[in-house]
């Protein structure tokens, strides 16, 4: 069994920063690429930002030159630290990762729960 676990949401005013944590935990052989999605209130979930295993990232144009993503292999953790946070960034922030499962070939998806950021003006 594998499970991703965000930590590190919270209220912050505008032009704050936090900083959001997913630890990846269970029968995991190897995590591909990491992301974090986040879906607001009568939104569709949208990718934020992913990472790959070997450091190579990918930004929402919304999300660029403030946010930054990043990952440490030996811990099985990625990381979202948010910079200057805006009111319309508000959202359910969600863990994803695609893995290849211990002792087999198979990969899978694996989601977080989701962590709540909440941005006030």
């Known amino acids: 069994q594998v499970q991703l676990v965000e930590s590190g949401g919270g209220l912050v005013q505008a032009g704050g920063s936090l900083r959001l944590s997913c630890a990846a935990s269970?029968?995991?052989?190897?995590?591909?690429?990491m992301g974090w999605y986040r879906q607001a209130p009568g939104q569709q979930r949208e990718l934020v930002a992913t990472?790959?295993?070997?450091?190579?990232?990918n930004y929402a144009d919304s999300v660029k030159e403030r946010f930054t993503i990043s990952r440490d292999n030996a811990k099985n953790t990625v990381n979202l630290q948010m910079n200057d946070l805006k009111p319309e960034d508000t959202a359910v922030y969600y863990c994803?990762?695609?893995?290849?499962?211990?002792?087999?070939?198979?990969?899978?998806?694996?989601w977080g729960k989701g962590a709540l950021v909440t941005v006030s003006s």
């Open positions: 990472i790959t295993s070997g450091g190579s990232t």
């Open positions: 269970g029968s995991i052989s190897r995590l591909n690429t």
């Open positions: 994803n990762a695609d893995l290849v499962i211990r002792y087999s070939y198979n990969t899978m998806n694996c």
